[in-house]
């Protein structure tokens, strides 16, 4: 077996006893990358999103005591970008502090026993939670697992995070649950789940609530098995072809609707709608169960690669979008929320320090990845072209000393719960309709006395640039204005929305500025 852990004080000598500098500084090109001087705070997940943009990673072992990593690449190109990069003087920032990266000793990770881990087969499965942003109970992993098989025990404890071990009856049911939910997302864009066997043989359930529950003995501690359960807390499996979300116990108040939190279908001051909106007409993707992008797949891997999961045919990938040939002089978080948010729900946006120019958007889902990358790949604006790909990167993790961009802006932003993403349910991600760049933008949610100079020196003083014509819809309640713009080409149109897409604007007696809202237009504009 070769030998994974690069050591350090490790010394090549040659036949005179000296010690020989090129074989320890300059190893040969190998797939695989060692990693050194890592944060104590870096994750797997840190090291895959530092080095992805280079290459394919196939595999990942931290050696955390040791502060080193070994990184192997799908094929050597992948290694040789990364290693070479940081021959050129160039920092890669893993866990935000710069890592060493050079050519391991070793061709591949070794991992003992068949398969990647050494755990043999059981029936009980340890699930890790990563990013659990809602409640994780016995309701919600019941849910998700009682398709695969017969589920007997639950335990959930957070020792390490959100951690929970499901027993099924039988060994084969939970090697179905672990294929098929590995690498997927309970809730969308978030409680994400990595998936390993288990070393009990049988879990010890003291009494059934929301944190333990033996279902072969209902009646444990005392409680009805029916009190309190309610509704369940997934209206369907997340892993169906309509995810739900989810909306807390009855009577809690955590789901949406009137008067709720921001992007559970609360409303808000300035968030003005008159009901008349061209823009609301039912999108390509407005229907149930519609599909985009190609059909079936296989089994994820540990980041996510393959199907199965949250839909047969889109769930394993994750919900990151990589992000490319961005131009750091006008692009901040904000601006590609403004053009990100046309195709789905965006959950956090970060810019990558390690490559200039390059970002990581995390939408809502993994269908909202594809319409991005289907819509927005070689958009040429800001005298950039925009380059995505799908992340091999399940989420996003919060950042908590992000850089500094080029404007003075953080360069990264969560996102969640903003009253600006447009997919927030069901009803509104119906009246999306799903558009590619072009010069013609559609603008809606403006003050009703707004005039045709008020509107174009919002473009003129944030783009230099004022629309061709404008053509203001009749509205029947006079709430607010809506019409098109036009301007001399397609990347005009990207650079307006990009800048122009939710500045608050005055109305004359209003107490909250209405939020100017744009999106892409395929109506042409008659002379």
């Given amino acids: ?134 409640p994780i109970t016995v309701d919600v992993m019941h849910t998700i697992n009682n398709p695969y098989g017969g589920v007997q025990r639950i335990v959930i404890f957070k020792k390490n995070g959100v951690q929970a071990m499901v027993e099924f009856d039988n060994v084969e049911a939970a090697k179905r649950a672990k294929q098929a939910l ?47 359960r309610g509704q369940p807390l997934l ?52 229907g149930p169960g519609e599909r985009f992008g190609p059909k079936g797949g296989v089994s994820p891997d540990r980041y996510g690669r393959g199907g199965g999961g949250y839909d047969a045919g889109h769930g394993s990938q994750g919900a990151v979008c990589m992000v490319y040939g961005l131009n750091m002089e006008k692009m901040n978080c904000d601006k590609l929320f403004n053009l990100f948010c046309l195709y789905g729900n965006v959950m956090r946006i970060k810019f990558l320090k390690s490559k200039e120019g390059s970002a990581m958007v995390q939408l809502g889902d993994p269908i909202s990845v594809e319409r991005a990358i289907a819509n927005l790949s070689n958009a040429f604006f800001f005298g950039s072209k925009l380059q995505l790909s799908m992340s091999k990167q399940a989420f996003l993790q919060a950042v908590p000393n992000p850089h500094e961009l080029p404007d003075g802006t953080c360069s990264y932003k969560d996102f969640m719960g903003n009253r600006n993403n447009r997919f927030t349910n069901p009803e509104a991600a119906q009246k999306n309709r799903i558009q590619s760049p072009s010069k013609v933008l559609h603008f809606f949610n403006a003050p009703p006395n707004l005039s045709e100079d008020e509107v174009f020196e919002l473009f003129e003083s944030a783009i230099g640039k004022r629309p061709l014509k404008m053509k203001q819809f009749p509205s029947k309640t006079e709430r607010s204005c809506t019409g098109l713009l036009e301007f001399e080409n397609k990347s005009d149109g990207i650079e307006a929305l990009v800048m122009v897409n939710h500045t608050p604007v005055n109305s004359p007696g209003g107490k909250t500025p209405f939020i100017f809202k744009l999106c892409f237009s395929s109506m042409p504009m008659s002379s």
């Fill in 1 to 134: 077996m070769a030998n994974n852990y690069e050591h350090s004080n490790k010394r090549q000598r040659t036949d005179d006893g000296s010690r020989d500098h090129e074989d320890r500084f300059k190893p040969p090109p190998s797939p695989c990358v060692h990693v050194r001087g890592l944060s104590e705070h870096a994750s797997e997940q840190d090291l895959v999103e530092a080095v992805q943009h280079f290459g394919s990673v196939r595999d990942v072992m931290m050696m955390p005591r040791k502060r080193q990593a070994l990184v192997e690449f799908d094929d050597i190109t992948g290694a040789k970008n990364c290693v070479e990069y940081c021959q050129q003087g160039n920092s890669i920032y893993c866990g935000g502090s710069p890592a060493f990266f050079n050519f391991s000793l070793s061709q591949k990770i070794q991992r003992t026993g068949d398969g990647e881990e050494s755990r043999p087969a059981n029936h009980i499965l340890l699930f890790t939670v990563l990013n659990p942003q809602y």
């Fill in 182 to 228: 590995n690498g997927a997302d309970i809730y969308s864009g978030c409680c994400t789940l990595k998936i390993e066997y288990a070393k009990p043989t049988r879990l010890n359930v003291v009494r059934n609530d929301a944190e333990s529950w033996d279902y072969t003995n209902p009646s444990l501690g005392g409680k009805d098995p029916s009190a309190g």
């Fill in 235 to 286: 209206q369907e499996p997340r892993f169906g072809t309509a995810p739900a979300p989810y909306n807390g116990p009855a009577g809690s108040g955590f789901g949406g609707g009137p008067g709720g939190p921001p992007g559970f279908g609360g409303g808000g001051p300035g968030y003005y709608d008159d009901g008349y909106d061209p823009y609301s007409r039912p999108g390509p993707y407005g």
